[in-house]
């Protein structure tokens, strides 16, 4: 089993729609969670931290369930600038070599 | 604030060259260091990671080395390029190791 999974997409969503990514991890220790974005060509961006109560941030929404392992993100009144590649990524901790990325899943946002 | 910057943005290489990649980050010290490679349509891979000057450790058996001569300096060099290295080569920062990662813009290189 990979490390972390996520669902490669792509997603095609109208503009204004309600999506939802989610992602698997396999090491129960990981510590910390995160939602990157990256477009076409250029470097990841830090979208969200994940933390296990939940949070929110405008029109995203990130949740953790540690039981089961996975993190999701929802985005609501989806946006033509919300195409992009979305990354989960999961931390181990223990310097550099538990930071793992998953594959990324692709969002295209349609007039 | 903290930058982090990266150059060459392109670079085209021959095979059997030699290739030394820059990076550095302002606004921060003793940063943790991280070089990253994303082949085309893939995942990023782990290449190197630093928590200090000197202190280099290598995730994946390859053709790359790093270095780390100053705090915020970070270097990718490799004596001999294959092809297999192509790709996009990013750096990225962090504070400690369970904070989140920040990255610079990359260097695309192709090796012909």
């Known amino acids: 089993r990979k490390e972390v999974e996520q669902d490669p997409g792509p997603f095609n969503v109208p503009e204004g729609a309600t999506v939802a990514f989610n992602c698997t991890y396999s090491?129960?220790?990981?510590?910390?969670f995160f939602w990157y974005r990256q477009d076409c060509r250029k470097e990841p961006k830090l979208l969200m931290s994940?933390?296990?109560s939940g949070n929110e941030d405008g029109r995203f929404t990130a949740q953790l369930n540690r039981a089961s392992q996975y993190i999701s993100l929802l985005i609501r009144d989806s946006k033509l600038s919300d195409s992009a590649t979305y990354l989960c990524?999961?931390?181990?901790?223990?310097?550099?070599?538990?930071?793992?990325f998953g594959p990324g899943t692709r969002l295209s946002v349609l007039p | 604030s903290q930058t982090i910057h990266q150059w060459p943005a392109t670079l085209v290489q021959p095979v059997g060259s030699p290739l030394s990649l820059e990076c550095t980050v302002e606004?921060?010290?003793?940063?943790?260091l991280y070089w990253y490679r994303q082949a085309a349509g893939r995942g990023l891979q782990l290449l190197f990671y630093?928590?200090?000057?000197?202190?280099i450790s290598s995730e994946v058996p390859q053709n790359l080395s790093a270095s780390r001569p100053q705090d915020r300096q970070f270097i990718l060099s490799s004596k001999k390029l294959l092809l297999s290295d192509s790709g996009f080569y990013l750096c990225?920062?962090?504070?400690?190791?369970?904070?989140?990662?920040?990255f610079g813009p990359g260097t695309r290189l192709t090796v012909t």
């Open positions: 990225a920062w962090s504070r400690g190791s369970l904070g989140e990662q920040y």
């Open positions: 090491n129960s220790a990981s510590q910390s």
């Open positions: 994940v933390y296990s």
């Open positions: 990524v999961v931390n181990g901790g223990n310097y550099g070599q538990n930071f793992v």
């Open positions: 606004g921060t010290s003793n940063p943790n």
């Open positions: 630093s928590v200090g000057i000197g202190q």
